[in-house]
């Protein structure tokens, strides 16, 4: 069963910046990101979840959904198990709940496949106020 410890969420002025990771855990054995379609989610309060971004397995590619071009960067460090979301310049528009997700054997060639992965962390706040 894959466990997912989110964190860096919380609460920024306009124009900050934030710094989501996500270690995912409890592969089998002989398993790890390596073979895992990655990818970001959030969900506004009374909206439903949109697409951040999405990288397939084996894809050096990363797909952003247009919201968030140039001011989001997605990463993932597979050695480690764990993604990553830099998000900075910040807009009250951001404001949601954030979840990764990954999905085995995964291909994505546009940011909304992210909304196809089959396990998701639990989320994290992120709140742009001033």
């Known amino acids: 069963q894959l466990q997912f410890v989110e964190s860096g969420g919380g609460l920024v002025q306009p124009g900050g910046s934030l710094r989501l990771s996500c270690v995912v855990s409890?592969?089998?054995?002989?398993?790890?990101?390596?073979?895992?379609?990655v990818g970001w989610v959030r969900q506004a309060p009374g909206k439903a979840r949109e697409e951040i971004s999405c990288?397939?397995?084996?894809?050096?590619?990363?797909h952003y959904q247009d919201s968030v071009k140039g001011r989001f960067t997605f990463s993932r460090d597979n050695a480690k198990n764990t993604m990553y979301l830099q998000m900075d310049n910040l807009k009250p528009e951001d404001t949601g709940v954030y979840f990764c997700?990954?999905?085995?054997?995964?291909?994505?060639?546009?940011?909304?496949?992210?909304?196809?992965?089959?396990?998701w962390g639990k989320g994290i706040v992120v709140t742009v106020s001033s």
């Open positions: 997700g990954v999905a085995v054997h995964y291909h994505c060639q546009d940011p909304g496949e992210a909304l196809g992965l089959d396990y």
């Open positions: 990288s397939g397995v084996g894809d050096d590619l990363i």
């Open positions: 409890g592969f089998n054995v002989g398993d790890d990101l390596n073979y895992y379609g």
